[in-house]
Structure formats: C-alpha cells, structure tokens
C-alpha cells in the first residue's frame, strides 16, 4: 500500500503528510511529496525526471521526498519501495507572463479599452467605466475575451503627450501609457499603482493565477477584508477564503471580503469570487483560477469625499443593508445545552423572575440530530424521501412534548423563537428510515455537490465529516428542503441560526449553476443564508431572521452575523471588537459576539460584565455556550455566571443592562434603518469617521461609534477601573452624567463595572431621547 494525495483535503492550512507541496507550484518552488507505506517498509523512493530520489522517513510509515526547485513545464512521478509502485502522479508549472505596454486606446462613450502588450507579444485589456459616481471598474482580462459593451456613467476621454485621462462623476483616472502607472482620484485622495497585469499560464494557455500590483502609499493605514479578528499590518499576507478557525482564528475568518479601505480616501474591491491573497509585504494581489482559456482580474476602485463614503459606495455595488425586525435588537439568550423544553421553558421562567429582559431565544440542540428539521423524540410515520412532513404529522413527546406550546409561551412574553440549522445531509453512522430515504433521495435528484466525476461530493473537514452537502444554487433542491421545513414556521418559529456554511473542500467540486470548488468556496455561505433568507421572507415578509456565522461580499443582504467560536478570554474579546469593526467597513452592520465568550469554563465576572456592557451598545447582544462534559453548569446565564462566582454582582449588573438595551430598543432599531438607508454599518472606526484625527483616534483600536451619535470605548483590561477615550473632534457630552467635554483630546473616565464609558455627540438631534433612556434606567 502507498498512499498518496496530491491535493489533500484542500485545507489551505493544514497539509496532509501524504500531499504534495505546494499543490500548484510556481516556477522557483521547492516541491515535497509526501506519502505512506506499510510500518515495516524500510526503503522507499520517488522516480523524477529520470532519477531516483531517496524518500525520508517519519516514522509510522510516514515519508518525504524533496523533488527540487519547480520548473516550467509537465511533470510526472511515481513513488515505490522495493515491493511496490504507484502512480504517476502529474503537475505542471506554469509561466508568468507580463502585459506591461500599452499598444492602443479606444474610447466608448461610458469607457475606455486599453490593449496591452507585452514579452513575446502576449497581449490583455484593461478596460476602465463607471458603474457609480465615484467609481472606477477596472477589469484586466487575458485572452480572446469579445469586448463587452462598457456601461454606466458617462465619461470624458482625453489622450495626449503618453499620458490617458479618464473623467466620470466623481472619479478621474489617469493612466501613463509608457510606464502603465495608475492613478485614481476622488475628491479627498486616491491610489497610485499600475495598470501592468502579471498572469500564470500553463503549456496549452490555460491561465490558472492573475496578479497585480497592490501599492499602498506611505504613511496609510489599511481596513477592512471582511471579519479580521486581528488588525492589518503593512507587511501581512490575507488570505480571502471562507474558512472554519474553531477560535482563534488569527488572520483566518469565517467572513472574508476582498475589500480594502483605506485612511488616503480609497477603497479597492475584487469583484470575484475565487480565493484570493492580499500580501501587503510583497505588495500583490492575486487571484486563483480553475485552469481556463480567459481569465479577468475585476478590480473596482472607489473614491468619495470621507472613508465611510467609500464603503456606502461598496454597500451599493454589492446590496443593500437589510435591517432586521426591531424584536432583533433587544437581549439574546442561548446555550447547547437547553436541549429539552422542559430546560427552556425553566430558562424562561427564570428570566422572568429574574427581570432580566430579553426578546429571542435560540434553540440550537432542538432536532434528531440527524434530520436536523424534526423535533428530538417525535414519533411520526416516515415519508418517501421527496414528501414533507408536516405539524400534524407529528406526535411530540420526549424531550419536546409541546413546540409549538413552548413557543406560544416565549411569544406571550415577548420572545421570539430561532432555531439551529446545518446545510448538510448528515453521514449519521446509524439507520434512520425517514434520513435514510432523504438522503437517497436527494443523491437520486442531483441536490448536492458533486465531485468532478459526478459522484456526491462528501466533507472532508472536520465538522460533519463525511456529510453531503445540499446544493443551494439549485431552485429545486432549495424547495424541497424547505418544504421539509415550512411546518416549523407554522409552529411559530421566527428565525433560524444558519450555522456553518464552510464545508466545501476541493478544487473541482461542481454545484447545479456551473460553479466549481474554487469559485464555490467563498461563494457558499451566501447561498445557503441567501436561500433560508427567502424562505422567511417568503413567509414572515419583514419579520424573520437569519444569524449566521459563514459568509462573502452582500452578507449584508441577510442579515445577521456572530463572530464565531470564541473562548472565555480577554484576547478574544478584544479580538472580537476589531472583527466586529472589520466586518462593518465591509458593509457587515447587524453583528454580535457571544458575551463573554461561549467556550470552556465560564467567564470570569469582571470580563462577563464588561464584554455585557459592550454588547448592550452593539448590534447584537446575546450570551450564548456551547455543549460541554463538565458536570459543572457552564451556561452563560446571568445567574449561573454569579452562582458559579458566588458573586451576585453579574446578575444584577447584566440585568441593568439588559433592562437599559430594551430602553434603547426604538433607538437602536431606527439608527440601524437610518445607517442602513446611508449604506453605513452601526459599528464604525472613529479615526475613519474623522479622518482629519485618524491618527490620534487611531491610538484606541477599541472604542467605536455607536449609530449616529454615541461613541462607546470598552473596558478591555483586566483589572480596569479607568478608561483612557480619545474624544473625535466636536463637542461630547457623558451619558451617564450629562457632563460636556471638548473634542479632540483624551481624558481618563472613571469606569466601575456598572459603567461603561460612553458618550454623545452634542449637537445630536437624538440627545433628548438618550438621555431620557438612561435618566429613566434603573441602576
């Protein structure tokens, strides 16, 4: 036995001992294969390019070989020991190519084409229009691509002395057509690069990577590239590919968007949906491609008048803000291990007697476990695969005697009911007929990825392993799994948690649209949460909720969002506030974390409460646990986290600020209309909302603006009992006392465990309204 895998799994992250790497290599890599043998294999090699190469041992029948610096070209190898032999396994290098002169121009009344040259006469297009005022769409394209017809704005073309000039509403580009040195400009700033395109192309022409400059000038401060639990560094290197960090994620997010923004006044987005790396050390951008003929490196470049403006600029390319109904901005409450009605109806009723305020409730372990849409210990008569079930199909009893009671009952107090989902066919490892036949069914109709050779693709990742995954880019598949799940909304239910949504590992999967694994990685999350979106739309028009952890540029369009799998620490908090922010250039407005975190042992008091004051003046706030052995209750209810502590301190301070987020819930929902209608998130960076203070604002990477008026700087260290808060420029008046202080200077704010430092821009219209939410809270 020799095993062999060239691709892996696809985890872009963690390699298999028995892969190639790199996978795809480039022209001057260092190419390794690894493999496997029996134990007792004592010799094993690689044939390469007429030679034998000795393969290294790792023990456990684990070995490498080292086939040397990657060359240009098709390369084949086999492995083999003295017993046996396998493959060959082939890759090819590919060469990059350079268009760097510019051979004509040709203008259109709402664009112009540049034809671009270079060595060996390889030739691309640029082609520059105006989709909005503002900005510039700049598509490089390779190959025989027929020119589109350019559509937007109006511009003016003016060609003269080596130089292009290109004016639209809002925006001027010019181009040197010597050097192909790039500028565009906007009415505060603007980028300087280049128009020259680098593309990998393989023997026959296929293109497989494009690359282009990506030139920061000195001195600016770079944001955004969707949910970045850490902040961008000038030499850092950004992957943009959905992906599963189970906390921790570092540099790795579950919501990326090739979107920069940055504090010179522009934004720069990548309009694809393959993988793609921002390395701001070596100063490139690059895209990946399946292996095709034509290739086009979409690039839009957006100027306006302050940094938020641009990312209302990018709101309007790629959809609106939806806003949620108003019952989604009050207090959340959730935990695994409510698995049973008679544990949240208890839950419940505590909150109740407690006073503590809230308006959803998310059940996550409410299901079989396997269907992942029936009741946990329903009875029922199993349908054929392509039927539904519906309420009165069910007899419940076991741990959920009465749904359809239980939410009556939340609703009667106010609550509203979110259910957990998966976009899975799970790989059970037990019968269950009514599965059993969705299943079948399912793979008998085409409903889930494919693998390149037409079988149903499995996942390989390490969450629902071995499950298929529904294809949610094909209409009839999308039917007949919600029509499996209607009956829960005739329940009464008002939302579901879209969990997951980062399942697809390979390069060459196929989805029912024509997409395949490298364009369906990013792109996937949105069809899943788009598609449940419709669903609830289609039924609760205005009132129902996704909350989803996955997703790519529009997340936007569906609302909303948590930060994912987060330990009890005061490094994930403070990593979850720049998530939240980073998320929020991208147009990411309804987002939350799980207070406190939602992993391991519960949190202490002090980071509890001062992570509950920050959720009470963010978008969402909710506590939430995840599933744990530990015979200890580690729930992050308000009581069990001072019963755990034998501190009474975190239900009375949470239950303060629960009862001040229900005073601020009209406020709260009618600043994320009005954010929504100005394509602006509810989270803002202060220094890019005052952009003539961004470097002193720059100094607290945690204090954010709250909606139009508030800014709010969290307590995030241990043992705090003073914040320092750099106040933007203008007049600020402290909530909690009514006390005005000057803009633009620091000051040091008193902040006990009942008060987080927050204050209020003077001059807004809604000051009244504030201060007479808190004059009136209790506490």
């Not at 260092?30 to 000795?54: D, I, M, P, Y």
């Not at 029922?380 to 199909?393: E, F, I, K, N």
């Not at 147009?587 to 207070?595: H, P």
């Not at 009514?738 to 803009?743: E, I, V």
Request: hydrophobic share 40%.
């Amino acid at each position: 036995m020799i095993l062999h895998q060239p691709y892996g799994h696809d985890d872009p992250y963690r390699p298999l001992p028995v892969e190639r790497t790199p996978r795809d290599p480039e022209p001057g890599e260092r190419v390794q294969v690894g493999f496997q043998t029996e134990s007792g294999v004592r010799e094993a090699w690689v044939n390469f390019a007429g030679k034998r190469l000795e393969a290294q041992p790792l023990g456990e029948g684990y070995w490498v070989a080292d086939l040397g610096i990657a060359t240009v070209g098709r390369h084949a190898y086999t492995l083999a020991t003295e017993a046996e032999q396998s493959g060959p396994y082939c890759f090819e290098v590919g060469r990059w190519l350079e268009a760097d002169r510019c051979l004509g121009v040709r203008g259109e009344p709402y664009g112009v084409y540049l034809d671009l040259v270079g060595e060996a006469g390889v030739r691309a297009t640029l082609a520059l229009s105006f989709p909005l005022e503002g900005v510039c769409r700049a598509e490089f394209r390779v190959g025989l691509l027929e020119p589109a017809v350019l559509e937007g704005l109006p511009c003016r073309v003016e060609e003269g002395s080596g130089a292009l000039r290109v004016v639209a509403e809002g925006v001027e580009v010019q181009v040197d057509l010597t050097t192909l040195a790039l500028a565009v400009q906007g009415p505060r700033g603007g980028y300087r690069g280049s128009a020259r395109l680098r593309w990998l192309a393989l023997g026959d022409g296929r293109v497989t990577r494009l690359r282009c400059a990506l030139t920061p000038g000195a001195g600016e401060t770079l944001y955004g590239l969707g949910e970045r639990f850490i902040p961008l560094e000038a030499a850092g290197r950004y992957d943009v590919r959905v992906y599963e960090e189970y906390k921790e994620q570092g540099p790795r997010t579950y919501l990326p968007v090739p979107f920069l923004l940055s504090s010179a006044g522009y934004g720069l987005w990548l309009a694809a949906e393959e993988p793609s790396h921002f390395d701001l050390g070596a100063r490139t951008l690059t895209l990946e491609k399946l292996p095709t003929p034509t290739a086009s490196l979409p690039l839009h470049f957006i100027v306006a008048a302050e940094p938020y403006g641009v990312t209302a600029a990018f709101v309007r390319l790629t959809g609106p803000i939806v806003v949620p109904p108003k019952w989604a901005f009050g207090p959340w409450i959730s935990a695994n291990t409510w698995n049973s009605q008679a544990k949240a109806e208890a839950v419940l009723r505590r909150t109740l007697e407690e006073g503590v305020p809230a308006t959803v409730l998310v059940l996550e372990a409410w299901s079989d476990e396997t269907t992942f849409y029936v009741f946990n210990d329903a009875e029922y008569a199993p349908t054929d695969g392509a039927g539904a079930l519906h309420a009165q199909d069910f007899r419940f009893g076991g741990r959920w005697p009465d749904p359809k009671g239980l939410i009556e009952e939340c609703h009667r107090h106010g609550v509203r009911v979110l259910l957990w989902q998966i976009p899975v066919l799970k790989h059970a490892g037990h019968p269950h007929p009514q599965h059993d036949a969705d299943v079948a069914y399912a793979l008998e109709r085409g409903f889930v990825i494919q693998n390149a050779d037409g079988t149903p693709y499995r996942n390989k990742g390490w969450w629902f392993t071995g499950s298929h995954v529904l294809d949610f880019s094909n209409p009839e598949a999308c039917a007949w799994w919600f029509s499996k799940r209607k009956y829960l909304l005739d329940l009464g239910v008002d939302g579901f948690k879209t969990d997951g949504g980062e399942h697809l590992w390979g390069h060459d999967l196929r989805a029912h649209d024509g997409r395949r694994g490298l364009e369906l990685y990013n792109a996937y999350p949105n069809l899943y949460v788009g598609a449940y979106h419709r669903f609830l739309e289609a039924y609760r028009p205005g009132e129902g909720l996704t909350f989803s952890r996955a997703g790519y540029t529009g997340a936007q369009r569906y609302p909303a969002h948590w930060a994912g799998d987060e330990n009890s620490t005061w490094s994930a908090f403070k990593a979850s506030i720049l998530a939240g922010l980073s998320a929020g250039v991208c147009g990411v407005s309804i987002w939350g974390w799980d207070i406190g975190g939602f992993s391991g042992e519960i949190p202490t008091v002090e980071l509890y409460l001062r992570s509950a004051a920050m959720a009470a003046f963010c978008p969402v706030m909710q506590y939430h646990s995840e599933l744990h052995a530990s015979a200890d209750d580690r729930d992050r209810s308000p009581w069990n986290v001072a019963a755990r502590h034998g501190d009474p301190r975190a239900l009375e301070v949470f239950r303060r600020y629960a009862r001040l987020r229900m005073r601020l819930l009209d406020y709260l929902h009618a600043e994320a209309e009005a954010a929504a209608e100005l394509g602006l998130p509810l989270m803002r960076y202060p220094a890019l909302a005052y952009p003539q203070a961004h470097d002193f604002l720059a100094g607290d990477p945690y204090a954010y603006l709250f909606g139009r008026d508030l800014l709010v700087a969290p307590v995030v260290e241990k043992g705090a009992s003073s914040r320092a808060v750099r106040l933007p420029p203008g007049e600020w008046i402290y909530l909690w006392s009514g006390a005005r202080f000057a803009g633009g200077r620091a000051l040091s704010v008193p902040a006990p465990l009942e008060r987080i430092p927050v204050f209020v821009r003077a001059d807004s219209p809604r000051l009244g309204q504030l201060l007479e939410a808190v004059l009136g809270w209790e506490g």
